[in-house]
Structure formats: structure tokens, C-alpha cells
Nanobody, 119 residues
Framework: QVQLVESGGGLVQPGGSLRLSCTASGIILIIYTMDWYRQTPGKGRELVARITNSGTTNYGDSVKGRFTISRDNTKNTVTLQMNNLKPEDTAVYYC?????????????WGQGTQVTVSS
């Protein structure tokens, strides 16, 4: 079993910054991609950023130039640095990892962390 634990959400004013972290634990052979998604009430989950195990990144159009995703493969951790936050960034943010345990390959989700951008 693989668990993802997120941290770092909270309340911030427009223009401010937050840093989200997510650590995977359990039986892990390799983690392929690690992603951040977000979801607001009444909407589906939106891909915010993705990073491969070789460090290739891509971003949703709405966050390009403001958010940066990074990962530490030695710690099975992915981080999302969010700068110049806007009210429309308010959402629950979820970490996702594509994991090979040696027996199977599955996608795992964290529990979510709330980010609220408001003055």
C-alpha cells in the first residue's frame, strides 16, 4: 500500500505565496509522474502541474509563470511553489503519483489540502 500525505495549504492574500508538499510512503519501487491537481465545488479535478521522474515538467495554462513543481526522488517528495496567487486559485489541491510497487502499477491520491486566496 502507498500513502500520499500533503501539507502546506492555508489562507493567503492575493499576490502572496504558498508552498505545498507531498510525500509518498509505503512499498515503492519507482514513482513515474507526480502531479498536483485542484478541485473547486461543482467542477472536476484540474491538472495544475506534472513532473516526471527525470524532471520534465508541464503546467496548466492558468498557472504558467506563477507555479513551479519540483521533486526529490530520494525522499519521494513533490513540491509546488505557488507565487502571485489569485482568488481563482482557491481550491482543494491534491497530490497524485503513478507508482510501481514491484507487484503492480497504480495511481494514488493524497487527502487534499485547502488553499484559499482572499483579502
Amino acid at each position: 500500500q502507498v500513502q500520499l500525505v500533503e501539507s502546506g495549504g492555508g489562507l493567503v492574500q492575493p499576490g502572496g505565496s504558498l508552498r505545498l508538499s507531498c510525500t509518498a510512503s509505503g512499498i515503492i519501487l519507482i514513482i513515474y509522474t507526480m502531479d498536483w491537481y485542484r478541485q473547486t465545488p461543482g467542477k472536476g479535478r484540474e491538472l495544475v502541474a506534472r513532473i516526471t521522474n527525470s524532471g520534465t515538467t508541464n503546467y496548466g495554462d492558468s498557472v504558467k509563470g506563477r507555479f513551479t513543481i519540483s521533486r526529490d526522488n530520494t525522499k519521494n517528495t513533490v513540491t509546488l511553489q505557488m507565487n502571485n496567487l489569485k482568488p481563482e486559485d482557491t481550491a482543494v489541491y491534491y497530490c497524485n503519483a503513478d507508482v510501481n510497487t514491484g507487484w503492480s502499477r497504480n495511481n494514488y491520491w493524497g487527502q487534499g489540502t485547502q488553499v484559499t486566496v482572499s483579502s
